[in-house]
């Protein structure tokens, strides 16, 4: 059976949520081109992430090897080269990441395969490969008919399926590495990490968002204490980042991080499509606007039409209360 490649992701002990996204969506596809799902593991001593990867596959391919302790494209284009050649895979997904973005665009002229970058939808029609990206800044979806091919690699954007398992649990493969020699051109250093008090929003479970309702710096702290309140981030639209109230790894939207928290709760955010292509894909969103027109309102799950700072300090004092 013809498989579906998905290359897992994973950093720090941590398989990341892009991983079983794109595992959801390689299993609709999987149906219904009657191929087989596979997760593609590299890595070192990683069996326990291989067996999590099994109850969202058919089946994992594990390549265990000290060389993948870390990723390294050139480690990794070595192992799904040739991965890729021997099984033949219907197409390889792989995430719109730092790691994807490294990887994916070699590997494809390495193997003389058709790429597509950064695609929010994917879908097979007679046997052709057609992906939909967005365009100018997120105002136009576009379609693209790939040329037919054997095989097809594409880079999938994070936080745009949902993360479900499969109905049972699949086999786990161990691969022999591939890689005969140590890796020379790219080199692992370290990691960098956030400085202390450093927040990364796209982790966060709750966010609360800020927007240009906000008219005084003064008034982020009060937003802060609500978000540690209910134990989340407070995050922002751009023209916070503009105004330099918060650091623009704060900054959610086309131009900033693709969030997909359990709750966002946006206050005084108009809702510019830029900034919803950053959250649309939350679990739950509350928005929080006088404007009762806002754009917000037609993405959120709930609208309140108040003034925000009517209803933060009475909301911040409640959580509180109920949290003890």
């Known amino acids: 059976m013809t498989p579906i490649f998905v290359l897992a992701e994973h950093r720090r002990g941590q398989i990341r949520d892009i991983t079983f996204e794109m595992l959801t969506k390689a299993r609709e ?42 990723f390294n494209a050139q480690a990794y284009q070595i192992v799904l080269s040739n991965l890729i050649k021997e ?60 040329n037919k091919a ?41 990691y960098l990490l956030p400085p202390p008090g450093g927040v990364d929003i796209t982790a966060a479970d709750v966010l609360i968002g800020v927007g240009r309702g906000i008219k005084d710096e003064s008034e982020i702290p009060q937003l802060e204490q609500l978000a540690k309140a209910l134990g989340g981030a407070l995050a922002c639209s751009r023209p916070i980042v503009d105004k330099g109230w918060l650091p623009n790894d704060r900054q959610v939207g086309s131009s900033g991080k693709t969030v997909k928290p359990k709750l966002y709760l946006a206050l005084g955010i108009s809702g510019a499509f830029q900034h919803v292509l950053g959250m649309k894909s939350s679990d739950l969103i509350i928005a929080v ?14 609208g309140v039409v108040e003034d925000l700072f009517k209803l933060v300090p009475p909301l911040t004092a409640k959580v509180n209360e109920l949290r003890g």
């Open 87 to 146: 099984h033949k895979p219907l197409i390889t997904l792989v995430g719109h990441t730092s790691f994807g973005i490294d990887l994916a665009p070699s590997l494809a002229v390495s193997l003389g395969l058709p790429l597509a970058t950064d695609c929010i939808e994917l879908a097979f029609e007679t046997g052709t490969l057609t992906v939909t990206r967005q365009m100018y800044g997120g105002k136009v979806n576009a379609t693209a008919v790939l």
């Open 29 to 70: 596809l999987a149906q219904k081109t009657n191929a087989e799902l596979t997760a593609v593991l590299c890595g070192k001593d990683v069996q326990e992430h291989a067996k999590t990867l099994s109850e969202y596959s058919n089946r994992v391919l594990l390549v265990d090897d000290a060389k993948l302790e870390n």
């Open 289 to 302: 606007n006088k404007d009762k027109n806002a754009p917000i309102f037609s993405v959120a799950d709930y």
């Open 150 to 190: 054997e095989s097809y690699i594409v880079t999938v954007r994070q936080a745009t399926f949902p993360a479900e398992k499969a109905a049972s649990v699949g086999d786990v493969i161990e691969v022999p590495s591939p890689i005969s020699e140590d890796i020379t051109q790219k080199l692992f250093i370290e």
